[in-house]
C-alpha cells in the first residue's frame, strides 16, 4: 500500500513509539504495512486522501455573522464575524494568500466541546472538515493508523475498534474532533492520548511550513501540549496518526472500569468490553451535551506540593488526593468544589452539574458570561476555603 505523502519538515527528534524498545523516525515513509486481515477489513472504509490536500488554490467560501450555537457544546448563542469550513490543505493555503483573510483574528473549531464563547467572535472561524482514516503501517510492535483531523475522534476510535486494533478504548465517548485531541492530550480513566501517539501533521500558518512533529516535539503533559503553548493561534492539526499496540494489554488501572467489568461477569475484558463499559459509565455520570449544555469537567484537577497536600489532608480527612511521580499531589477539583456547597447550584442562567460538581452546565439560554462569572464564584469559594486554585480546561474565546 503506498504511504500518503507529505512534504514534511520535521521539528521533532526521534520519538520513542509505545510499547516497543526501538527508535523509529515520525517519517510515515518508514512504515510498512502489513497484509493483514485488518488491512482487508479496511477496504470497506474511506481512505484519508492527502493528495486532496493539495489541490488547486479555490475560492475561499466565507460565510459572515455566522451563528456558532450549534457549533459548540455548551450551546452559547454566539457568532463569528466570518466563518469557513476547511476540507483541504488547499484552502488554508488560499487563506494565507488573502491579506485580509489572514489579518483577522482565528479561531480554529473542531467540535466546539472544549470552548466557551465568552462574545461573539470578532474573526475568523475555521472549521475543520477534513475527513479520511486508514491504516498507514505496521511493524513487529503497532499497527499505526492515521486519521484527519476533522474526524469524529469517537466514530474513528469505534472504527479502529473494528479493524481489530486495541489500544484507545479507555478515551471512547469523548466529544470533538481527531484534530483537537492532542491540543490538550485528551484523558480518561487512566489513559492520554500520548501514550498512544506516534505523530502529527500541521500547518504552520505564520510561516507556511508543513510541520511533521512526533511525540516530544509536541511536549505533551496533564491536559497540555506544544499547541496551548508556543505553538498556539499558529499550528492547524491536519491529521494525526497513532501507534497502537500489537501486544494489547488491558488498562484498568481505574477503580470504575475494573467495577463496571466485574459488574459484567467479564474476567478477561477485550478492548470493545472496555470501551462498552467506559460508555456505560460516561453516560451514567456525564450530561449528553445535546440535552444540557457543557463542555465536560471544567476545571484541570490541581497539582499541589505534598506539604500542602498533607496540610489539606490533616484537616479534611476525606481529601481525594493522588500521588504523581514526581511527589506532588493531584487534588480532585470536583470534591474541592462539592464540599464549597456548589454541586447543584446556579448563577445566573450557568450552574453545577447535580450529579458531578466538576461539570459547569447550561441551564438554558446562558450566556457566555454566565458561565465566567459561575467560573470565578467557584475558583474564589475553593481559594478562599482551600487555598487552592482552580485552573479552567476549556478555552476562553
Ligand atoms: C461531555 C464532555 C465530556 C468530555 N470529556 C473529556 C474527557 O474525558 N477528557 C478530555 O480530555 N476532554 C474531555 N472533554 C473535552 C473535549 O471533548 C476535548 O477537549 C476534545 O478534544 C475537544 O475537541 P473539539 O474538536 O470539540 O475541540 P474544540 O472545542 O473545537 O477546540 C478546542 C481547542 O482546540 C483547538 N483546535 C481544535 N481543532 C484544532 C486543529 N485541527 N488544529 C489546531 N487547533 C485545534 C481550538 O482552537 C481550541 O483551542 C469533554 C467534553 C464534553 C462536552
Known amino acids: 500500500m503506498a504511504l500518503p505523502s507529505v512534504n514534511a519538515h520535521s521539528i521533532g527528534q526521534k520519538t520513542r513509539g509505545v510499547g516497543h524498545n526501538g527508535l523509529f523516525s515520525c517519517n510515515p515513509n518508514n512504515f510498512r504495512v502489513q497484509q493483514s486481515p485488518p488491512l482487508q477489513a479496511a477496504a470497506d472504509s474511506y481512505v484519508y486522501n492527502s493528495d486532496a490536500m493539495t489541490s488547486t488554490i479555490p475560492k475561499l467560501p466565507f460565510q459572515y455573522d455566522f451563528s456558532l450555537r450549534s457549533h459548540n457544546t455548551f450551546g452559547i448563542d454566539a457568532s463569528a464575524r466570518a466563518y469557513l469550513p476547511v ?7 488560499a487563506l494565507r494568500a488573502d491579506a485580509d483573510a489572514v489579518s483577522m483574528p482565528r479561531l480554529v473549531l473542531g467540535g466546539g466541546s472544549n470552548l466557551v464563547l465568552t462574545q461573539d467572535f470578532p474573526g475568523l472561524v475555521l472549521h475543520m472538515c477534513n475527513r479520511g482514516r486508514e491504516i498507514v503501517g505496521a511493524d513487529e510492535h503497532a499497527v499505526y493508523v492515521r486519521a484527519a483531523a476533522g474526524e469524529n475522534w469517537h466514530d474513528f476510535l469505534q472504527w479502529t475498534l473494528a479493524q481489530g486494533f486495541g489500544g484507545l478504548e479507555n478515551l471512547s465517548l469523548i466529544p470533538g474532533s481527531v484534530g483537537a485531541a492532542p491540543i490538550q492530550n485528551i484523558g480518561a480513566y487512566g489513559c492520554e492520548l500520548q501514550d498512544r501517539f506516534h505523530s502529527l501533521t500541521a500547518l504552520d500558518m505564520d510561516s507556511g511550513e508543513i510541520l511533521q512533529l512526533d511525540r516530544e516535539a509536541c511536549a505533551f503533559a496533564y491536559r497540555d501540549s506544544i499547541f496551548k503553548q508556543s505553538l498556539r493561534d499558529r499550528a492547524v492539526v491536519l491529521d494525526v496518526t497513532f501507534a497502537l499496540p500489537k501486544d494489547w494489554q488491558p488498562n484498568l488501572r481505574y477503580a470504575d472500569v ?15 468490553d472496555i470501551s462498552d463499559a467506559v460508555i456505560a459509565i460516561r453516560t451514567r455520570k456525564l450530561p449528553d451535551p445535546l440535552l444540557l449544555g457543557n463542555a465536560g469537567s471544567f476545571f484541570k484537577n490541581p497539582i499541589v506540593p505534598a506539604a500542602q497536600r498533607d496540610a489539606l489532608l490533616a484537616q479534611n480527612p476525606q481529601l481525594v488526593s493522588y500521588l504523581q511521580a514526581d ?15 456548589w454541586k447543584g447550584k446556579n448563577l445566573g442562567n450557568a450552574g453545577v452539574y447535580e450529579k458531578q460538581a466538576l461539570v459547569l452546565v447550561n441551564r438554558g439560554g446562558a450566556s457566555g458570561q454566565d458561565v465566567v462569572r459561575l467560573a470565578q464564584a467557584v475558583q474564589d469559594d475553593v481559594m478562599a476555603t482551600f487555598g487552592v486554585a482552580l485552573e479552567p480546561e476549556p478555552m476562553f474565546i
Open 87 to 93: 476540507a483541504t490543505l488547499a484552502t488554508l493555503q
Open 258 to 272: 475494573a467495577q463496571e467489568l466485574a459488574a459484567r461477569g467479564l474476567d478477561n475484558p477485550t478492548a470493545r
Open 327 to 341: 511527589g506532588s499531589y493531584k487534588l480532585a477539583a470536583g470534591w474541592l468544589i462539592d464540599q464549597c456547597g
